[in-house]
């Protein structure tokens, strides 16, 4: 993980300290999506606010895990700086953004960069 990016500062830095810890070895506390390290360890991931050049430029991929609504504008963004990028369902909140994603993972698949979706499968017992 080279970093942390979300809209809410304040979850990208606890995201952030939580991978940091992990990274440096804290165990895991709880289970499925509430997992978290059970003590602060190491440093925090690098972390911020808004998806820029500076932070693509640390990374070879991108997690997309936004609302629909901004999955355009990211995919995008990662695509142009040649990152490969998993993107959650659905792939975008509109038939436009929809078509957007699909010419620019095109585009990029002539260079060898891919976009794939990630399609959780969640059991309920």
Known sequence: VACVV???????SKL???????????????????????????????HANTLTTDILSSCDAV????TPSAHC?????????DKHVLLE???ASTADD??????AAETAAA???????NIGMRYNA
Not at 6 to 12: I, N, P, R, V
Not at 20 to 46: D, I, K, N, W
Request: proline share 6%; hydrophobic share 50%.
């Open 16 to 46: 952030a300290a939580d991978v940091g810890s992990v990274l440096a070895g804290a165990p895991l506390a709880g289970s499925g999506y509430r997992t978290t390290a059970s003590m602060q360890m190491g440093e925090p991931v690098p």
């Open 89 to 91: 369902k659905p792939l």
């Open 98 to 103: 929809a078509n957007a994603i699909v010419q």
């Open 73 to 81: 504008e990211l995919v995008l963004r990662a695509l142009a700086a």
């Open 63 to 66: 997690y997309v895990g936004t």
């Open 111 to 117: 260079r060898g960069v891919h976009v794939s979706m």
């Open 6 to 12: 979300d809209l809410d500062a304040a979850a990208a």
